[in-house]
C-alpha cells in the first residue's frame, strides 16, 4: 500500500487512462466482430454469402436452400453462388419473413441454424425416418456408396422441409425412403428406382396427396407421382431428380 502511495500521480492517472482504453478496445471488437452463431455440432458459416461466392459453404447454402427454387426449377449444389441460388435465397427468406435481399448473413443463418439438427438434417426429418431399409438396414446395399446416399438423403429431407412449411407446418409422414437392392426387389421396385439412391419419398400425412404433389412442384422435386398414376392412388412420390416426370392425373398433374 505505502509502494501504490508513494507513486506520483500523473503516473497513477496514466495507468487508469490506458485501462480505461484498452476495455473501450475490447467492448468495441466485440461489437464490430460478433461471435459467429454455432449450430452446435452440425454445420456452421463464417462468413456473409452473396451472389459471386463461391466454395463449400455456398454448397450447404444450396442443400438447404433447394426447396426454394421456384416452380419446375432446381437448384444444382455446385458451390457457385449464381442468380438461381440468390433468388432461392430470396425465397427462403420470404418464407420466413426475413429481408429478401438474397444475401446469406446472420439472421438467414440463424433461421437455418434453428431449422437443423446436430447432424444437419432438418428438425421435422430424420435418416432413421427416411431409411425405409426393409427394417431400417441403414443407406449401405444401394448402388452408391454410403456417404454418396446420405447426401442425396440430406437434401431430399430439405426439401422435404420446405414443403411442409409451405403446408402449414403440418406432418409429412414417409411410408418408404431409402432402399437397398435387395429390399426394393422385394417389394417390387422398378429396377432405377430413385429410392435406391437416397433420391426419394413417398408421403402420406393430413394432407390430400393432390394436395402434396401440386405444392411439391414448387419445390424442386422432378419426380412427382401419385394418384391416377399406377400403383400410386394411396400415396404421393417425390425425388429429387433434376428433369421433371410428373404424373398425377387424378390430381390434373
Same mark, same amino acid.
Given at each position: 500500500?505505502? %509502494? *501504490?502511495? @508513494?507513486?506520483?500521480?500523473?503516473?497513477?492517472?496514466?495507468?487508469?487512462?490506458?485501462?480505461?482504453?484498452?476495455?473501450?478496445?475490447?467492448?468495441?471488437?466485440?461489437?464490430?466482430?460478433?461471435?459467429?452463431? %454455432?449450430?452446435?455440432?452440425?454445420?456452421?458459416? /463464417?462468413?456473409?454469402?452473396?451472389?459471386?461466392?463461391?466454395?463449400?459453404?455456398?454448397?450447404?447454402?444450396?442443400?438447404? $436452400?433447394?426447396?426454394?427454387?421456384?416452380?419446375?426449377?432446381?437448384?444444382?449444389?455446385?458451390?457457385?453462388?449464381?442468380?438461381?441460388?440468390?433468388?432461392?435465397?430470396?425465397?427462403?427468406?420470404?418464407?420466413? @419473413? *426475413?429481408?429478401?435481399?438474397?444475401?446469406?448473413? +446472420?439472421?438467414?443463418?440463424?433461421?437455418?441454424?434453428? *431449422?437443423?439438427?446436430?447432424?444437419?438434417? +432438418?428438425?421435422?426429418?430424420?435418416?432413421?425416418?427416411?431409411?425405409?431399409?426393409?427394417? @431400417?438396414?441403414?443407406?449401405?446395399?444401394?448402388?452408391?456408396?454410403?456417404?454418396?446416399?446420405?447426401?442425396?438423403? *440430406?437434401?431430399?429431407?430439405?426439401?422435404?422441409?420446405?414443403?411442409?412449411?409451405?403446408?402449414?407446418?403440418?406432418?409429412?409422414?414417409?411410408?418408404? @425412403?431409402?432402399?437397398?437392392?435387395?429390399?426394393?426387389?422385394? $417389394?417390387?421396385?422398378?429396377?432405377?428406382?430413385?429410392?435406391?439412391?437416397?433420391?426419394?419419398?413417398?408421403?402420406?400425412?393430413?394432407?390430400?396427396?393432390?394436395?402434396?404433389?401440386?405444392?411439391?412442384?414448387?419445390?424442386?422435386? /422432378?419426380?412427382?407421382?401419385?394418384? /391416377?398414376?399406377?400403383? %400410386?392412388?394411396?400415396?404421393?412420390?417425390?425425388?429429387?431428380?433434376?428433369?421433371?416426370?410428373?404424373?398425377?392425373?387424378?390430381?390434373?398433374?
Amino acid at each position: 500500500m505505502s %509502494h *501504490l502511495i @508513494g507513486r506520483p500521480l500523473p503516473r497513477i492517472a496514466a495507468l487508469l487512462l490506458l485501462f480505461a482504453a484498452m476495455l473501450t478496445t475490447t467492448v468495441v471488437a466485440q461489437v464490430v466482430n460478433p461471435t459467429a452463431a %454455432h449450430a452446435d455440432g452440425c454445420y456452421t458459416w /463464417g462468413r456473409s454469402l452473396a451472389q459471386g461466392t463461391s466454395g463449400a459453404d455456398v454448397t450447404q447454402l444450396q442443400i438447404r $436452400v433447394a426447396g426454394y427454387p421456384a416452380y419446375g426449377a432446381h437448384i444444382a449444389t455446385d458451390g457457385v453462388f449464381g442468380p438461381a441460388t440468390k433468388a432461392a435465397v430470396q425465397r427462403f427468406q420470404s418464407a420466413y @419473413g *426475413l429481408t429478401a435481399d438474397g444475401v446469406a448473413g +446472420p439472421a438467414t443463418f440463424s433461421k437455418l441454424y434453428a *431449422l437443423q439438427d446436430d447432424d444437419c438434417t +432438418p428438425i421435422h426429418f430424420t435418416y432413421a425416418e427416411l431409411d425405409d431399409g426393409c427394417g @431400417g438396414s441403414g443407406y449401405d446395399g444401394g448402388p452408391l456408396s454410403e456417404a454418396a446416399t446420405k447426401a442425396n438423403a *440430406l437434401q431430399t429431407m430439405w426439401q422435404l422441409e420446405a414443403l411442409r412449411h409451405a403446408l402449414g407446418d403440418q406432418p409429412l409422414n414417409i411410408s418408404s @425412403g431409402f432402399r437397398s437392392i435387395p429390399c426394393n426387389r422385394s $417389394v417390387g421396385g422398378a429396377s432405377n428406382s430413385e429410392h435406391l439412391y437416397g433420391r426419394s419419398a413417398d408421403l402420406t400425412g393430413v394432407h390430400s396427396f393432390c394436395t402434396m404433389a401440386k405444392q411439391a412442384r414448387y419445390h424442386g422435386f /422432378g419426380g412427382i407421382l401419385g394418384p /391416377g398414376y399406377p400403383d %400410386h392412388n394411396d400415396h404421393t412420390h417425390l425425388d429429387i431428380r433434376t428433369s421433371n416426370f410428373w404424373s398425377a392425373p387424378n390430381c390434373g398433374i
